[in-house]
């Protein structure tokens, strides 16, 4: 069975720093296509950032230049630093991941097949 689980959240001021992890366990493929989204206060769930099985990183706008996702294979651990915080950066981040058969876009979330519980981020201002 597939777990999926993330850490790493908590409260900051805007401007400051948190690093994010997903460990992905019960998953027999060597690399997959893996993905952070995040949801706030009365908003959709909406995709961060991306990384397909070929290693490609695709960021959205809005968090292009302040976060950074990376990944360690053999441990099947997915990171997200996120830099440069701001008020409107608050919501629960969530990790998830599908086989690489096929990679969806993150602004396609109802194809990502393994979800974690989420990690919430607070950032004051």
């Known amino acids: 069975q597939v777990q999926v689980a993330e850490s790493g959240g908590g409260s900051v001021q805007s401007g400051g720093s948190l690093r994010l992890s997903c460990a992905v366990s019960?998953?027999?493929?060597?690399?997959?296509?893996l993905s952070w989204f995040r949801q706030g206060p009365g908003k959709q769930r909406e995709g961060v950032a991306r990384?397909?099985?070929?290693?490609?990183?695709t960021y959205a706008e809005s968090v292009k230049g302040r976060f950074i996702i990376s990944q360690e294979n053999a441990e099947k651990i997915l990171y997200l630093q996120l830099n440069s915080l701001k008020p409107e950066d608050t919501a629960m981040y969530y990790c998830?991941?599908?086989?690489?058969?096929?990679?969806?876009?993150?602004?396609?979330?109802?194809?990502?097949?393994?979800w974690g519980q989420g990690t919430q981020v607070t950032v004051s201002s």
């Open positions: 990384i397909d099985s070929l290693g490609k990183i």
């Open positions: 019960g998953y027999n493929y060597k690399v997959s296509c």
């Open positions: 998830a991941a599908t086989p690489p058969i096929f990679c969806p876009s993150f602004l396609d979330v109802g194809s990502w097949q393994y």
